[in-house]
Protein backbone atom coordinates (compact mmCIF):
# COMPACT_ATOMS: atom_id res chain seq x y z
CA UNK A 1 0.00 0.00 0.00
CA UNK A 2 1.25 3.05 -0.92
CA UNK A 3 1.99 5.56 1.91
CA UNK A 4 0.58 9.30 1.83
CA UNK A 5 2.23 12.29 3.15
CA UNK A 6 2.13 15.86 2.21
CA UNK A 7 4.22 17.06 -0.46
CA UNK A 8 3.91 20.56 0.54
CA UNK A 9 3.65 20.42 4.85
CA UNK A 10 4.11 23.97 5.25
CA UNK A 11 0.72 24.27 2.77
CA UNK A 12 -1.02 22.19 4.10
CA UNK A 13 -4.99 23.14 4.20
CA UNK A 14 -7.01 24.47 7.36
CA UNK A 15 -10.90 25.14 7.39
CA UNK A 16 -11.73 28.95 7.06
CA UNK A 17 -14.38 30.13 8.93
CA UNK A 18 -16.26 30.36 5.61
CA UNK A 19 -15.74 26.80 4.50
CA UNK A 20 -17.55 25.32 1.62
CA UNK A 21 -17.06 22.18 -0.07
CA UNK A 22 -17.61 19.37 -2.82
CA UNK A 23 -19.32 16.23 -2.30
CA UNK A 24 -17.67 12.97 -2.97
CA UNK A 25 -20.47 11.56 -4.81
CA UNK A 26 -20.26 14.27 -7.58
CA UNK A 27 -17.55 12.20 -8.71
CA UNK A 28 -18.03 8.93 -7.13
CA UNK A 29 -22.39 9.24 -8.46
CA UNK A 30 -21.01 10.23 -11.65
CA UNK A 31 -23.17 13.50 -11.97
CA UNK A 32 -19.67 15.31 -12.90
CA UNK A 33 -19.45 13.12 -16.46
CA UNK A 34 -23.11 14.77 -17.29
CA UNK A 35 -22.32 18.27 -17.23
CA UNK A 36 -20.89 20.47 -19.64
CA UNK A 37 -17.86 22.57 -18.65
CA UNK A 38 -19.75 25.99 -18.52
CA UNK A 39 -22.25 23.80 -15.90
CA UNK A 40 -18.93 22.31 -13.66
CA UNK A 41 -17.68 25.74 -13.74
CA UNK A 42 -20.89 27.83 -12.09
CA UNK A 43 -21.59 24.72 -10.18
CA UNK A 44 -18.34 25.30 -8.44
CA UNK A 45 -18.87 28.79 -8.86
CA UNK A 46 -22.25 28.25 -6.31
CA UNK A 47 -20.83 25.68 -4.30
CA UNK A 48 -17.96 28.29 -3.10
CA UNK A 49 -20.05 31.08 -2.51
CA UNK A 50 -23.08 29.44 -1.13
CA UNK A 51 -23.94 29.53 2.53
CA UNK A 52 -24.38 26.60 5.22
CA UNK A 53 -27.91 26.05 3.38
CA UNK A 54 -26.59 26.45 -0.08
CA UNK A 55 -28.09 29.51 -0.96
CA UNK A 56 -26.38 32.41 -2.84
CA UNK A 57 -27.85 35.87 -4.10
CA UNK A 58 -25.24 36.26 -6.93
CA UNK A 59 -26.48 38.32 -9.61
CA UNK A 60 -26.21 36.91 -13.09
CA UNK A 61 -24.46 39.58 -14.38
CA UNK A 62 -22.02 39.05 -11.65
CA UNK A 63 -21.95 35.63 -11.90
CA UNK A 64 -21.09 35.90 -15.65
CA UNK A 65 -18.27 38.60 -15.11
CA UNK A 66 -16.66 36.09 -13.03
CA UNK A 67 -16.79 32.92 -14.92
CA UNK A 68 -16.23 34.85 -18.36
CA UNK A 69 -19.81 33.94 -19.57
CA UNK A 70 -22.22 35.02 -21.50
CA UNK A 71 -25.80 35.56 -20.69
CA UNK A 72 -27.04 32.59 -22.58
CA UNK A 73 -24.83 29.69 -21.94
CA UNK A 74 -24.80 30.82 -18.21
CA UNK A 75 -28.71 30.44 -18.85
CA UNK A 76 -27.92 26.75 -20.47
CA UNK A 77 -25.01 25.82 -17.64
CA UNK A 78 -27.89 26.74 -15.13
CA UNK A 79 -30.73 24.66 -17.34
CA UNK A 80 -27.84 21.86 -17.24
CA UNK A 81 -27.70 21.72 -13.54
CA UNK A 82 -31.05 22.38 -12.50
CA UNK A 83 -32.09 19.43 -15.05
CA UNK A 84 -29.53 17.27 -13.32
CA UNK A 85 -31.20 18.18 -9.87
CA UNK A 86 -27.90 19.62 -8.71
CA UNK A 87 -29.19 23.33 -8.19
CA UNK A 88 -32.40 24.91 -7.69
CA UNK A 89 -33.11 28.77 -8.63
CA UNK A 90 -35.73 31.52 -8.22
CA UNK A 91 -34.20 34.66 -9.13
CA UNK A 92 -32.18 35.98 -7.88
CA UNK A 93 -31.63 33.15 -5.73
CA UNK A 94 -29.64 29.79 -6.36
CA UNK A 95 -29.51 26.73 -3.94
CA UNK A 96 -26.64 23.97 -4.62
CA UNK A 97 -29.25 20.40 -3.35
CA UNK A 98 -28.05 17.83 -1.52
CA UNK A 99 -26.80 14.94 -3.95
CA UNK A 100 -28.93 12.57 -1.60
CA UNK A 101 -32.29 14.40 -2.61
CA UNK A 102 -33.50 13.15 -5.81
CA UNK A 103 -36.53 15.46 -5.70
CA UNK A 104 -37.80 18.82 -4.40
CA UNK A 105 -40.16 18.04 -1.97
CA UNK A 106 -41.16 21.58 -1.05
CA UNK A 107 -41.39 24.17 -3.46
CA UNK A 108 -41.37 27.31 -2.55
CA UNK A 109 -44.37 28.76 -2.64
CA UNK A 110 -44.73 32.03 -6.06
CA UNK A 111 -45.37 35.58 -4.46
CA UNK A 112 -49.26 36.34 -4.38
CA UNK A 113 -49.60 31.94 -3.77
CA UNK A 114 -49.73 28.40 -5.25
CA UNK A 115 -46.73 26.70 -6.17
CA UNK A 116 -44.65 27.43 -9.31
CA UNK A 117 -43.95 23.48 -9.69
CA UNK A 118 -43.15 24.56 -13.94
CA UNK A 119 -39.79 25.80 -12.77
CA UNK A 120 -38.42 22.80 -11.38
CA UNK A 121 -37.36 20.64 -13.94
CA UNK A 122 -37.93 16.86 -13.68
CA UNK A 123 -35.50 14.09 -15.12
CA UNK A 124 -36.76 11.48 -17.42
CA UNK A 125 -36.26 8.76 -15.03
CA UNK A 126 -38.15 10.84 -12.34
CA UNK A 127 -41.15 10.82 -15.05
CA UNK A 128 -41.11 7.51 -16.13
CA UNK A 129 -40.85 6.65 -12.15
CA UNK A 130 -43.65 8.70 -11.29
CA UNK A 131 -46.30 7.45 -14.60
CA UNK A 132 -44.65 3.96 -13.18
CA UNK A 133 -46.67 4.62 -9.84
CA UNK A 134 -43.66 5.43 -7.62
CA UNK A 135 -43.07 8.57 -6.71
CA UNK A 136 -39.81 10.51 -7.96
Not at 10 to 21: K, L, N
Not at 109 to 119: E, F, I, M, T
Given at each position: MTRKYPICP????????????LDHRLVRERHIEHLTHEAAALYLFLVTVADSQGLSYYADHSIGQRLSMAAATLAEARTCLQSMRLIAYQAPLYQVLDLGTLSCRSLS???????????VPMALRAIFKQIAGGTP
Open positions: DRIRTIPEQFSWPKPGGGVDNGS
